[in-house]
């Protein structure tokens, strides 16, 4: 059964890189039907797509987020990461690693991780 | 980019009930269109695509539809478990959007 699993800093120093991983396990990161993606949410608030990328690294990425975020793959880990840079306080936010089904486009997400908190503060 | 309006933003249903929610897209989506459910503290867990296909292991009781352009989740026989959030999510245009998701708690 497919897993994965979110790891990283819960606390970030505002102006500084958020840098998270997420690692796949009980299955191929490297498939053409899937790409890999991250969403977050603020406390208390609803879901946010961030950007997701395919192995082979094409990349989709929110317009509103994408000057400060980079997504990358490393297909011998299976794992891929986030990198957001640099934070403010809004950026506080549980972070999810999640599988995006695709077709002709980018659909939807149909495996999670569990999540991860992590906090902008100095 | 496309708004995803829910409603209502809170459902108190009491168990054995049905609960009927909404999802209306500020432009067409056509039939792309997901619904998730998460309790607290856990992920979101996927429940419909395509608007009414249930993902795997979905039980019956969850059924999705949509007609001009509004799209609804009903819940049947509400069970204590079934009582989570659920946002929808529009996965037509670029960039994908969810819903600000309704909460159904218990009557």
């Known amino acids: 059964q497919l897993r994965l699993q979110e790891s990283g800093p819960g606390l970030v120093k505002p102006s500084e890189t958020l840098s998270l991983t997420c690692t796949v396990s009980?299955?191929?990161?490297?498939?053409?039907?899937?790409?890999w993606g991250w969403i977050r949410q603020p406390p208390g608030k609803g879901l946010e797509w961030i950007g997701s990328?395919?192995?082979?690294?094409?990349?989709h990425y929110m317009p509103s987020l994408k000057s400060r975020v980079t997504i990358s793959i490393d297909t011998s880990k299976n794992q891929f990461s986030l990198k957001l840079s640099p934070v403010i306080a809004a950026d506080t936010a549980v972070y999810f690693c999640?599988?995006?089904?695709?077709?002709?486009?980018?659909?939807?997400?149909?495996?999670w991780g569990q999540g991860t908190l992590v906090t902008v503060s100095s | 980019e496309i708004v995803m309006t829910q409603s209502p933003a809170t459902l108190s249903v009491s168990p054995g009930e049905s609960a009927t929610l909404s999802c209306r897209a500020s432009?067409?989506?056509?039939?792309?269109l997901a619904w998730y459910q998460q309790k607290p503290g856990q992920a979101p867990r996927l429940l419909i695509y395509?608007?009414?296909t249930r993902a795997t292991g979905i039980p019956p009781n969850f059924s999705g539809s949509w007609s001009g352009g509004e799209f609804t989740l009903t819940i049947s026989r509400l069970q204590s478990e079934d009582f989570a959030v659920y946002y929808c999510?529009?996965?037509?245009?670029?960039?994908?959007?969810f819903g600000g998701g309704t909460r159904v708690e218990l009557k």
């Open positions: 999640a599988r995006h089904v695709v077709g002709i486009g980018l659909y939807y997400f149909d495996q």
């Open positions: 009980g299955g191929s990161i490297r498939s053409t039907s899937f790409y």
């Open positions: 990328m395919s192995y082979s690294g094409s990349s």
């Open positions: 432009q067409s989506v056509n039939n792309n």
């Open positions: 395509g608007a009414s």
């Open positions: 999510q529009q996965y037509s245009n670029w960039p994908s959007s």
